[in-house]
């Protein structure tokens, strides 16, 4: 078995000066390191996040990973980002409920699991064999049925990690009582960074890691150069690997109702490839980020009637008036901002609807559906995960769950119910203490270290996991993407910010921003220093 090197331990001890604890406020001290080689800073990362970062890595990756100090995050003071390895972005519910499907357990279990394994859990739920994957059968949900559900619902509570609902113990009722009546994985992880939507919803779906699927982040480099964002277009062809739904679905002849009720095409992989794969149908998908929910004009369906909703309407003025004041906004924010509970029961409300009207578990063929409440991630970003806009939207998820469930009990009756997250949150700067990492800042900063032009810039695009270069401008600078990773990890926190720092950070300006910057042909040379292998042990979970 391959264990973490002696080298890798030297460097994490004689690196730094101080340290966070992954979840908690900036430690004390200095948070300097000596060495600003990016096979060195690599190298001293945790082996688990070091995974998790190998886990989430392609050639679709950006051209410089940067690794934040926890709990720094990429964004501002006001808004907040998760894209990151540490445990309080990775550990999400995992829950399974189905009367006679899924076992009781009283109380959530502590085996590892990650969201890779609803793959092949499904798989046995519904008697189907799926291809072997990396996502490993979870043994302990599966009651003794000679019988598969009808219905097979997967519901993602976007950006509702563990870390959010152990903030609000009383908001969530109903997933409290699924725990207890079905199995619940306490210490369920995500189990690869980015742990950013795309990413992760397609891991859900192919039950592998992005270093398989190739859906690495929100924006990606094309075969030709290009970044962009992943699924434009709806188009999935750069998920390569099938989904649960795309399998089940050719494997039954294509009889199952296969669908998705989603925000935007971000979460497409966690349903599949529709008609464009051999021996596909068009599975049904809708949109509801825009006011009339949108349906993709290719490899996909929807019913008709979908088309006629138009937002949230009616649930928006019952929300605008329950604080006594019709003013167009809720907790004094504007009501179009997608962050509230109105958008919540319309979703709902949407569902609902388009369970009962298709005909979803009505008869014994299996049929699968899969939706995303990504309001919980909205109003995390928007007003923080401690806020009471956040508690307010996951007490209406949760009144939806209830409402879900009453629906199934009541028209459908054999079903499996599995929650999970996407991955989970960050608190804000101010009750973390953490440095909001500036990226246009940033940006800036790479442009005058290696003095490019304004109509020639480096950096292609900025992300929240790091730059992606322009090639052919590196080339003609002679400048490397090694060379952008040292200049980043000696960046510190004062190079961030124009004029006198903010209040509580004016002792701070020395501290390193990153852990780690390092380039794509510097991460092959940091897995040896760690590992031994360019690739992490075989029995490396977490």
């Given at each position: 078995?391959?264990?973490?090197?002696?080298?890798?331990?030297?460097?994490?001890?004689?690196?730094?000066?101080?340290?966070?604890?992954?979840?908690?406020?900036?430690?004390?001290?200095?948070?300097?390191?000596a060495?600003?080689d990016?096979?060195?800073?690599?190298?001293?990362?945790?082996?688990?996040?070091?995974?998790?970062i190998?886990?989430g890595y392609?050639?679709?990756?950006?051209?410089?990973?940067?690794?934040?100090?926890?709990?720094?995050y990429?964004?501002?003071?006001?808004?907040?980002?998760?894209?990151?390895?540490?445990?309080?972005?990775?550990?999400?519910?995992?829950?399974?409920?189905g009367p006679?499907?899924?076992?009781?357990?009283?109380a959530?279990?502590?085996?590892?699991?990650?969201?890779?394994?609803?793959?092949p859990?499904?798989?046995?739920?519904?008697?189907?064999?799926?291809p072997?994957?990396?996502?490993?059968?979870?043994r302990?949900?599966?009651?003794n049925?000679?019988?598969?559900?009808?219905?097979?619902?997967?519901?993602?509570?976007?950006?509702?990690?563990?870390?959010?609902?152990?903030?609000?113990?009383?908001?969530?009722?109903?997933?409290?009582?699924l725990?207890?009546?079905?199995?619940?994985?306490?210490?369920?992880?995500v189990?690869?960074?980015?742990?950013?939507?795309p990413?992760?919803?397609?891991?859900?779906?192919?039950?592998?890691?992005?270093?398989?699927?190739?859906?690495?982040?929100?924006?990606?480099?094309?075969?030709?150069?290009?970044?962009?964002?992943?699924?434009?277009?709806?188009?999935?062809?750069?998920?390569?690997?099938?989904?649960?739904?795309?399998?089940?679905?050719?494997?039954?002849?294509?009889?199952?109702?296969?669908?998705?009720?989603?925000?935007?095409?971000?979460?497409?992989?966690?349903?599949?490839?529709?008609?464009?794969?051999?021996?596909?149908?068009?599975d049904?998908?809708?949109?509801?980020?825009?006011?009339?929910?949108?349906?993709?004009?290719?490899?996909?369906?929807?019913?008709?009637?979908?088309?006629?909703?138009?937002?949230?309407v009616?649930?928006?003025?019952?929300?605008?008036?329950?604080?006594?004041?019709?003013?167009?906004?809720?907790?004094?924010?504007?009501?179009?901002?997608?962050?509230?509970?109105?958008?919540?029961e319309?979703?709902?409300?949407?569902?609902?609807?388009?369970?009962?009207?298709?005909?979803?578990g009505?008869?014994?063929?299996?049929?699968?559906?899969?939706?995303?409440?990504?309001?919980?991630?909205?109003?995390?970003h928007q007003?923080?995960?401690?806020?009471?806009?956040?508690?307010?939207?996951?007490?209406?998820?949760d009144?939806?769950?209830?409402?879900?469930?009453?629906?199934?009990?009541?028209?459908?009756?054999?079903?499996?119910?599995?929650l999970?997250?996407?991955?989970?949150?960050?608190?804000?700067?101010?009750?973390?203490?953490?440095w909001p990492?500036?990226?246009?800042?940033?940006?800036?900063?790479i442009?005058?270290?290696?003095?490019?032009?304004?109509?020639?810039?480096l950096?292609?695009e900025t992300?929240?996991?790091?730059?992606f270069?322009?090639?052919?401008?590196?080339?003609?600078?002679?400048v490397?993407?090694?060379?952008?990773?040292?200049?980043?990890?000696?960046?510190?926190?004062?190079?961030?910010?124009?004029?006198?720092?903010?209040?509580?950070?004016?002792?701070?300006?020395?501290?390193n921003?990153?852990?780690?910057?390092?380039?794509?042909?510097?991460?092959?040379?940091?897995?040896?220093?760690?590992?031994?292998?360019?690739?992490?042990?075989?029995?490396?979970?977490?």
């Amino acid at each position: 078995m391959r264990t973490w090197s002696l080298v890798a331990i030297l460097v994490l001890l004689l690196g730094a000066t101080a340290c966070t604890d992954d979840a908690g406020r900036a430690g004390s001290g200095k948070r300097t390191y000596a060495s600003n080689d990016g096979v060195e800073r690599g190298c001293a990362l945790h082996p688990r996040y070091l995974t998790r970062i190998w886990r989430g890595y392609s050639e679709a990756s950006e051209d410089v990973t940067t690794v934040p100090q926890a709990p720094n995050y990429s964004g501002a003071f006001s808004v907040t980002s998760h894209s990151g390895p540490w445990d309080y972005v990775q550990n999400v519910p995992l829950v399974f409920y189905g009367p006679g499907h899924v076992k009781a357990r009283g109380a959530p279990v502590r085996d590892p699991a990650s969201i890779i394994d609803v793959f092949p859990t499904v798989g046995r739920l519904i008697g189907v064999d799926l291809p072997e994957r990396e996502g490993k059968i979870l043994r302990k949900v599966a009651a003794n049925s000679s019988t598969s559900p009808r219905l097979v619902l997967v519901i993602v509570w976007d950006g509702v990690g563990r870390n959010v609902l152990e903030r609000f113990p009383d908001a969530w009722p109903t997933l409290a009582r699924l725990e207890r009546e079905g199995t619940s994985y306490l210490n369920a992880l995500v189990g690869s960074s980015p742990s950013i939507t795309p990413a992760t919803h397609s891991s859900l779906g192919t039950g592998a890691y992005p270093r398989e699927h190739g859906v690495t982040a929100i924006q990606v480099r094309r075969p030709n150069g290009d970044v962009s964002f992943a699924f434009g277009g709806s188009d999935p062809s750069e998920l390569r690997l099938t989904t649960f739904g795309d399998i089940i679905d050719r494997k039954l002849g294509n009889e199952p109702l296969v669908g998705s009720l989603a925000w935007i095409s971000w979460h497409l992989g966690m349903l599949g490839h529709g008609s464009q794969i051999q021996g596909g149908d068009e599975d049904q998908l809708a949109f509801l980020r825009s006011h009339h929910i949108r349906v993709p004009k290719r490899y996909y369906s929807a019913p008709d009637y979908l088309k006629t909703y138009n937002g949230p309407v009616k649930e928006s003025r019952k929300l605008d008036r329950a604080d006594g004041e019709v003013d167009g906004k809720w907790m004094d924010n504007p009501m179009e901002n997608h962050d509230n509970p109105a958008y919540v029961e319309y979703q709902t409300k949407v569902l609902l609807r388009f369970l009962r009207d298709e005909g979803y578990g009505s008869d014994d063929v299996p049929d699968l559906f899969l939706t995303n409440y990504k309001m919980s991630d909205n109003a995390g970003h928007q007003y923080g995960i401690d806020s009471p806009q956040v508690e307010a939207v996951i007490r209406a998820q949760d009144r939806g769950l209830e409402e879900l469930i009453e629906f199934l009990d009541r028209d459908v009756g054999d079903y499996v119910v599995i929650l999970t997250a996407d991955h989970g949150s960050t608190p804000f700067a101010k009750t973390s203490g953490a440095w909001p990492v500036r990226q246009g800042e940033l940006a800036r900063d790479i442009e005058r270290e290696f003095g490019t032009s304004k109509d020639r810039p480096l950096v292609l695009e900025t992300s929240a996991v790091g730059p992606f270069l322009d090639h052919d401008v590196a080339k003609d600078l002679g400048v490397s993407a090694g060379d952008v990773a040292r200049f980043l990890n000696g960046y510190k926190i004062r190079d961030n910010w124009s004029g006198a720092l903010p209040d509580g950070y004016e002792d701070r300006g020395d501290e390193n921003v990153f852990s780690a910057a390092f380039s794509r042909d510097q991460f092959p040379r940091i897995m040896r220093c760690a590992f031994g292998s360019v690739e992490p042990p075989d029995d490396m979970r977490g």
